[in-house]
């Protein structure tokens, strides 16, 4: 199992930005795929970005594109999800995700078996 820190969330303001981490425990993170994920107020969760073992691949759901990039640093464990331009609909609980299966990009929650506790990210208009 591994375990998942998420930090970096906060309030910001339309048009703003943030940066969100995610600490990973485990000696063999730089084969995980990662992901995040987002749960809106009243809403499912839903696939943002994300990225293969080594960094070389990503993939972002259409609405992020161009203001959402999502990397990793394989020598501190920990994977980022750079926002910018944000807007009110991006207000969600975010989730880092890793999956020990796969090694490539994945979007589906079920192809994540360990998950963070969740960061808020509220955007006010």
């Known amino acids: 199992q591994v375990q998942l820190v998420e930090s970096g969330g906060g309030l910001v303001q339309a048009g703003g930005s943030l940066r969100l981490s995610c600490a990973a425990s485990g000696r063999t993170f730089s084969s995980y795929a990662m992901g995040w994920f987002r749960q809106p107020p009243g809403k499912e969760r839903e696939f943002v970005a994300a990225i293969s073992w080594s960094g070389g691949s990503t993939y972002y759901v259409d609405s992020v594109k161009g203001r959402f990039t999502i990397s990793r640093d394989n020598a501190k464990n920990t994977v980022y999800l750079q926002m910018n331009s944000l807007k009110p609909e991006d207000t969600a609980v975010y989730y880092c995700?890793?999956?020990?299966?796969?090694?490539?990009?994945?979007?589906?929650?079920?192809?994540?078996?360990?998950w963070g506790q969740g960061t808020q990210v509220t955007v006010s208009s």
């Open positions: 995700a890793a999956s020990t299966v796969y090694t490539r990009v994945v979007v589906s929650t079920s192809q994540y078996n360990s």
